[in-house]
């Protein structure tokens, strides 16, 4: 969730320092040419009261325009700015370069026009830090109420241009510090607001693994989150004691009427010894019995598995798969079925021992009480990368596709193996016990006819 919304808010916070950003630097570059433009209309009006004087008949106007010839000269070779005073027909009283000439169009042309009509000139468009333009002002020499003349000063905007481009890299800086904040603080931000998040996604693997204790503490993020949180752990807690209540009743209720099922059976055999030894009635009744009290054995070992937690050691399988094989080899050779080990010769995992153990042995026994005489029943342990495997191949009669999806299911038994000993919870209390520590149990077609059985178990420590 962090990947997406994270990205969101970025872009957010990016878009309004980008919106903040061009018109601060917009508004800096108007500055920057208002404040030169400013100097130019300043140094205008002073040029312009210099070149009153010299418009009119005294003796002294020539001495006048040699003076204010001079003070272009040293301004225009001062500030490298080019500078006039000229006439309405276009001739100069006085210009500094003295090849610098009026231009016939342009801004220059514009703002001489505009100050004979006895107003200083617009301000000039905005230059920009990549363009290579020039600010021209211009304002008229007013004489008795008529413009007798134009100082028109035309100026070079590198250096003005320059303090823009520098304040604009400050401006750039400052929003991309003010980004770095923004994102740290989005960090910050989602992560205090998806800790809650996670670690109720975290329970709620944990939960569904099988590990019903695990909940969420409730004390970080959101006021809405940490509700949620409480509402998640109350809804564990009842969840929990719900199958609390239920395993209790299934244990209770298969260890108490063991004692009178004994009874039952004690009574059916005193009750078969006045009838004959050949009764067919009795010996279905004797059989009955004896898959009752399985099933109840069964119930209370399935109720046993889901109660107790898993005691996690990294072994190595292979000593212990053996010995499992070893333990079930006499009955498959009275069965005539050849029950073989193969694979690595050391696969650790973690794992529970006894729970293992018992998985293997309800697998191993299923296998060899449908493969006929004369089949391979084959146990093959294998390393991988993150799990390691003990697959146990039989040659038996398989399942079909709508079967291998109820396998492992409580109390489910193929219609065509009825005849076959058995209570249909060998399986499922396997699944209970592998899953208690991480593990899983798997089944698919073995080729050309039998079943395959994967048991798989992590080779890291699961749930820390």
Do not use: C
């Amino acid at each position: 969730m962090r990947s997406r919304l994270l990205p969101l808010l970025i872009v957010l916070m990016a878009a309004v320092l980008v919106t903040l950003g061009f018109p601060l630097a917009i508004s800096v570059a108007a500055a920057e040419q208002q404040r030169l433009v400013i100097d130019r209309i300043d140094d205008t009006a002073r040029f312009a009261a210099l070149a009153q004087s010299i418009t009119d008949t005294s003796p002294d106007s020539e001495e006048r325009r040699r003076t204010l010839q001079t003070d272009l000269e040293v301004y225009a070779s001062v500030y490298d700015i080019r500078a006039g005073v000229f006439f309405q027909d276009d001739r100069a009283l006085a210009k500094a370069p003295r090849s610098w000439t009026l231009p016939a169009e342009g801004e220059g042309r514009t703002a001489f026009g505009e100050a004979l009509l006895g107003r200083r000139s617009h301000d000039p468009p905005q230059v920009w830090p990549w363009q290579n333009g020039r600010v021209v002002v211009a304002s008229p020499v007013v004489r008795d109420g008529d413009v007798v003349a134009v100082v028109v000063i035309d100026s070079p905007t590198g250096e003005m241009r320059s303090r823009i481009l520098r304040t604009w890299l400050l401006i750039g800086l400052g929003e991309a510090l003010a980004l770095l904040v923004a994102v740290a603080a989005a960090f910050r931000l989602t992560g205090w607001v998806l800790l809650p998040v996670r670690t109720l996604d975290a329970a709620t693997r944990d939960i569904a693994g099988g590990r019903m204790r695990s909940r969420v503490a409730a004390s970080a993020g959101p006021p809405e989150l940490r509700h949620l949180a409480r509402s998640f752990n109350e809804m564990a807690d009842n969840v929990e004691d719900v199958l609390e209540q239920q395993r209790a009743f299934v244990a209770d209720a298969s260890h108490q009427l063991r004692n009178p099922l004994a009874a039952l059976l004690l009574r059916i055999e005193l009750l078969a010894l006045e009838l004959p030894e050949d009764s067919e009635e009795i010996a279905a009744v004797r059989t009955e019995g004896k898959r009752l009290a399985r099933v109840l054995d069964d119930l209370l070992d399935l109720a046993l598995a889901e109660h107790t937690e898993a005691d996690l050691q990294l072994i190595d399988l292979v000593p212990l798969t053996a010995e499992r094989v070893a333990s079930w080899r006499p009955m498959a050779d009275r069965e005539g079925v050849r029950l073989t080990l193969e694979g690595a010769a050391a696969a650790t995992a973690w794992a529970d021992p006894v729970a293992l153990s018992s998985a293997l042995d309800a697998v191993i026994d299923n296998a060899l009480k449908f493969t006929p005489a004369g089949e391979d029943v084959t146990v093959t342990v294998a390393a991988g990368t993150r799990t390691t495997t003990v697959v146990v191949a039989d040659r038996g009669p398989g399942l079909t596709e709508a079967e291998l999806e109820r396998v492992g299911d409580r109390f489910w038994r193929s219609t065509r193996h009825q005849n076959v000993s058995g209570s249909g919870l060998g399986l499922s209390i396997s699944r209970v016990l592998l899953a208690a520590g991480g593990g899983s149990i798997a089944y698919e077609h073995h080729a050309p006819h039998g079943l395959r059985v994967t048991v798989s178990l992590p080779r890291e420590r699961q749930g820390g």
